[in-house]
C-alpha cells in the first residue's frame, strides 16, 4: 500500500493505493481473483472513519489499483 496527494488541490486531499499484481493473482489461481472480487465489494460499501473509502479501481496490463 502507498500513499498519496493530490498537491495542486485546495484540500490537499490524501489517499491510499494498493497495488496488486496479476502475477500474484496467478500464483493463487482462481481463489486469488475471488478474493479481490469479494475485498472490492466489501470496501465500496464500507463507510468508516477508520477505513480508507475505495474511490476508484484500475486495472492495467500488469497491476490492480485500489485508490
Known amino acids: 500500500v502507498y500513499e498519496g496527494a493530490l498537491v495542486g488541490s485546495p484540500q490537499h486531499r490524501q489517499f491510499a493505493i494498493k497495488v496488486v499484481s496479476q502475477e500474484s493473482l496467478k500464483r493463487w489461481g482462481d481463489r486469488g481473483k475471488r ?6 465489494s466489501i470496501l465500496s460499501k464500507l463507510k468508516h472513519r477508520n477505513i480508507v473509502r475505495l474511490d476508484d479501481f484500475i486495472h492495467t496490463a500488469n497491476n490492480y489499483y485500489l485508490v
Not at 35 to 40: R, S, V, Y
Open 35 to 40: 478474493n479481490l472480487e469479494f475485498e472490492l
